[in-house]
């Protein structure tokens, strides 16, 4: 891994470069390997393709041969995050916030080499905290300072509750470096005034400041706003191979170069081949997804799953076959589709089924796999209860219809 790529792709601001890039030329700082930090909440039990665009980067500068320290935020996650957010997020009690962390670290690993990590739990310094050291910290940033944060800003100029809690978010979070020593940071562009908290406290207790190393944010399943768990516009980073080649294949097109920069190895000059074969209408942006799709599934499962993955999309999209396994539903009596499709987890409510049956996004085969497709159309059609029956809706819901 050579050190331009590490600190051009997909990246988006370099605190402090040159000093980097002279450390990353000499193998570290005084002899020693950089100790490169990224914590993690765990707010939630799963990570997301969100979280491993910066996760790649970690596993890059391990593959340069240095330490990755990682933080579990087992106090801040008991805060919440307020970077990014309209309101204060639900305090977790420490046993929930335990139990999403071992699953967090289960999928962390999967892309970051266990072996050349330093996992830490923030309860080992502030675990000591007293409240004289609450309120020393407190002291290193003013409330004028913290309300200059976009996210506070704009809550306090609409009169939305800003918590003290919420100001402490950030002071936490940069003690973390002190307490570590971390020589680089990583996070996305929504960290940065947390990583650059971190550098302050640094500083002022006489310790060389972390480098920062900030990364894309890439957008979630409906284009516009970040992937995120709390949105539910969101791809497992575990998610099953077929699944995550799907949905990868419903991304807008404009936000496919993302994806691309953070999320593979492909080369930059292919990668601008394919912007510049969208823009002159030379390139098929259906293939170049496929690619993507592709790309994606090989980094997170392996070469023979993302083949399978794409040849089993192939058939089922753009040869029109249906898949031969699909999630079973228990149909014991003739329903209405506009009852039955909720009921069968393929649409969120009935007014939702209406809408997709208007729209020629359902369809039946009555006799299952040997039987003819049909679309429907009539809100108020009635499913009969026959075993081997099938419902599709849109391109990647199924439920295969058996009887009790």
């Known amino acids: 891994m050579d050190i331009e790529t590490v600190l051009s792709r997909a990246v988006v601001q370099v605190e402090k470069e040159e000093e980097l890039r002279r450390l990353l030329r000499a193998g570290g700082r005084d002899g020693r390997?950089?100790?490169?930090?990224?914590?993690?909440d765990p707010s939630r039990p799963d990570l997301t393709l969100g979280h491993g665009?910066?996760?790649?980067?970690?596993?890059?500068?391990?593959?340069?041969?240095?330490?990755?320290?990682v933080i579990v935020g087992d106090w801040t996650a008991q805060l919440g995050d307020p970077s990014g957010r309209e309101g204060a997020?639900?305090?977790?009690?420490?046993?929930?916030?335990?139990?999403?962390?071992?699953?967090?670290?289960?999928?962390?690993?999967?892309?970051?080499?266990?072996?050349?990590?330093?996992?830490?739990?923030?309860?080992?310094?502030?675990?000591?905290?007293?409240?004289?050291?609450?309120?020393?910290?407190?002291?290193?940033?003013?409330?004028a300072q913290m309300l200059k944060r976009d996210d506070f800003e704009k809550r306090f100029a609409r009169g939305s509750e800003i918590y003290i809690s919420e100001f402490l978010y950030p002071l936490l979070?940069?003690?973390?470096?002190?307490?570590?020593?971390?020589?680089?940071?990583?996070?996305?562009?929504?960290?940065?005034?947390?990583?650059?908290?971190?550098?302050?406290?640094?500083?002022?207790?006489?310790?060389?400041?972390?480098?920062?190393?900030?990364?894309?944010l890439i957008v979630g399943l409906d284009g516009a706003q970040k992937m995120s768990k709390s949105l539910g516009n969101y791809i497992m980073l575990t998610a099953d191979p077929n699944d995550m080649y799907g949905k990868i294949m419903s991304l807008p097109d404009d936000a496919m170069m993302a994806y691309f920069e953070g999320l593979t190895y492909v080369p930059d000059a292919e990668l601008r081949g394919f912007a510049a074969g969208m823009v002159?209408?030379?390139a098929n942006p259906r293939d170049i997804k496929m690619r993507l799709a592709y790309e994606i599934v090989r980094e997170f499962h392996d070469l023979a799953v993302a083949e399978a993955a794409q040849d089993?999309?192939?058939?089922?999209?753009?040869?029109?076959?249906?898949?031969?396994?699909?999630?079973?539903?228990?149909?014991?009596?003739?329903?209405?589709?506009?009852?039955?499709?909720?009921?069968?987890g393929l649409a969120k409510s009935k007014s939702e089924a209406r809408q997709l049956i208007t729209q020629g996004g359902v369809y039946l085969r009555p006799e299952g796999s040997a039987g003819p497709t049909v679309r429907l159309t009539d809100v108020n059609a009635v499913v009969p209860?026959?075993?081997?029956?099938e419902l599709r809706v849109g391109r990647l819901k199924f439920v295969r219809i058996v009887t009790e």
């Open 89 to 143: 997020r639900t305090p977790l009690t420490a046993a929930e916030v335990r139990s999403n962390a071992q699953t967090y670290l289960d999928q962390f690993f999967t892309v970051v080499d266990r072996e050349k990590s330093e996992v830490r739990w923030q309860s080992e310094w502030f675990g000591q905290f007293t409240l004289a050291d609450v309120f020393q910290l407190g002291y290193e940033k003013t409330v």
């Open 33 to 40: 390997p950089l100790r490169v930090k990224l914590g993690f």
């Open 173 to 216: 979070q940069g003690y973390d470096s002190v307490a570590v020593h971390a020589d680089v940071e990583l996070g996305g562009t929504d960290q940065t005034y947390n990583l650059l908290v971190g550098r302050e406290l640094m500083g002022a207790r006489g310790m060389t400041p972390q480098c920062i190393l900030t990364m894309k």
């Open 385 to 389: 209860a026959v075993a081997g029956a």
């Open 280 to 282: 002159d209408g030379t």
């Open 312 to 344: 089993a999309f192939r058939r089922q999209f753009q040869e029109s076959q249906w898949p031969t396994e699909m999630p079973a539903f228990t149909l014991s009596a003739a329903m209405p589709i506009v009852s039955l499709l909720p009921a069968a």
């Open 53 to 69: 665009v910066v996760l790649r980067k970690l596993r890059q500068f391990q593959d340069m041969g240095h330490q990755a320290v």
